[in-house]
Structures are given as C-alpha cells and as structure tokens.
C-alpha cells in the first residue's frame, strides 16, 4: 500500500490548540508512544525521522506567545522558523502580519504537518529544507528558533551560524525551555512562560521557556 503522508498526519492525530497558544489550532497527538512505534516501523522503510511535529514543543509554545503579544516584531518582515516543528511559531508570525514565513525542517512528514496546520489558522507558510549554515540567508530580517539547544553537536553547529546571522543585521529570538547546551550569556531576555508538558516526552510536567535575543558572543580577550 503506497504511504500517504497527508492522511497518516490526519488519522494519527486531533486538531486542538496547544497548551498557552489557544488562537492557533494543530494536528498534534494525543498519545506519545503509539505515533512514535508507527514512525519507527515507517522509518525502516521510509527513513522517516521521529514524529516531532506532531506536538507543541514548550519552546515553539513559547516562540508562538510571544509573537501573538508583540506583533511589531514580526509584521512586515520576512521570517525564518527555525526547526519549525509543527508550524506553530511561523504561523503565529504569520496570523499578526509578517510578509513570508518560512519554515525549516529536514523531515518531509513535518512539511506535510506545517502546510496542514497554515491550512487550519487560514495563512501561508513556506516551508523549505534543511538551509546552509555556512551562509547568511539573504532577505531576511529575523530567525526565531524554539527549543533547537538540546543536542550539543547541533547547538554548537547552529549557534555558530546564528551568531554570523546577527553579526549580518539579521534579528535571531531563542524560546528556550531550560536546555543543556543554551548559552547563559549573550542574551537579552524578554519574556518568561511556564509551558505545562507530558511525562512521556520531558521529565517533568512543565517547562520555563525564556525568550531572549541571541547577541554576539563576547569577544576572547
């Protein structure tokens, strides 16, 4: 039987609004362990990554929030949603006016997930693929990235890329739920959010996302 990606996203999840971002609604499941056993057996197959974007991470939750709060930081500006998820922060972004939003991920169910969750809030994301972290992107004014720190070869690897964003004049906001290899310094923090969470995916039932602007790194004397 051939896969359908779009009606896999349908059947394995519900359409619900995340925990502290209620005006955005998502395909998101309801149960962790059975949508993770069913992408492992289609991973052998289709080497399909973990089912990320079926849930409402409390970084992009985080993200999401603060957009809706304070929609001058995005309106009229063309916008990269780092690691994207399941949409949430590239939607908010674009329901309070940014020009273009686009969407990064690697996993090609999660661009399925992102186009079907614009569909429900009625806005347009663009999704594109994995970007190239050596370059600057161009024509972009902001990258927001949620909850992208957990991982230390990647946080090294993205951070690296970040701040050679920001040296460019481009805006990069971190929604950060208490990750390993996060910076403590360099950051302007501007917003706090206690995210309530699964056991089955953290190891407590809500996280503290800080959002903050990521600022260069100091320089070594």
Same mark, same amino acid.
């Given at each position: ?14 359409? *619900? ?12 499941? *309801?149960? !962790?362990?059975? /949508? #993770?056993? $069913?992408?492992?057996?289609? $991973?052998?197959?289709?080497? /399909? ?7 409402? #991470? ?9 957009? $809706? ?9 063309? !916008? ?17 006016? %940014?020009?273009?939003?686009?969407? *990064? ?9 992102? *186009?079907?969750? %614009? ?9 594109? =693929? ?11 004014? $902001? ?5 992208? +720190? ?12 970040? #701040?050679? +964003?920001? %040296? ?9 739920? =208490?990750? %390993? ?13 206690? !995210? ?13 996302? !800080?959002?903050?602007? /990521? ?7």
């Amino acid at each position: 039987m051939t896969f359908d990606p779009v009606e896999f996203i349908r059947s394995q999840t519900v359409v *619900t609004t995340p925990a502290i971002v209620p005006e955005i609604k998502l395909h998101l499941a *309801t149960e !962790v362990t059975p /949508l #993770w056993k $069913l992408t492992e057996e289609r $991973l052998k197959s289709d080497n /399909l990554p973990p089912p990320f974007w079926a849930f409402a #991470w409390p970084g992009g939750q985080g993200l999401a929030r603060f957009i $809706l709060d304070h929609p001058e930081m995005v309106q009229d500006k063309r !916008v990269i949603d780092f690691a994207s998820g399941s949409g949430v922060a590239a939607i908010a972004a674009m329901k309070v006016g %940014a020009k273009e939003a686009l969407a *990064t991920e690697i996993d090609p169910l999660a661009h399925e997930a992102i *186009t079907l969750n %614009a569909a429900l809030n009625n806005v347009h994301i663009t999704n594109i =693929g994995d970007l190239d972290m050596t370059k600057v992107p161009k024509g972009i004014d $902001l990258i927001m990235a949620g909850d992208v +720190c957990y991982n230390q070869a990647m946080s090294t690897r993205l951070l690296r890329w970040l #701040w050679l +964003c920001v %040296a460019k004049g481009i805006r990069v906001v971190i929604a950060d739920p =208490g990750r %390993a290899y996060m910076p403590r310094e360099g950051l302007i923090h501007h917003a706090t959010y206690v !995210v309530p969470t699964s056991r089955d995916l953290e190891d407590q039932e809500s996280r503290t996302v !800080v959002v903050s602007d /990521l600022l260069l790194p100091p320089k070594e004397e």
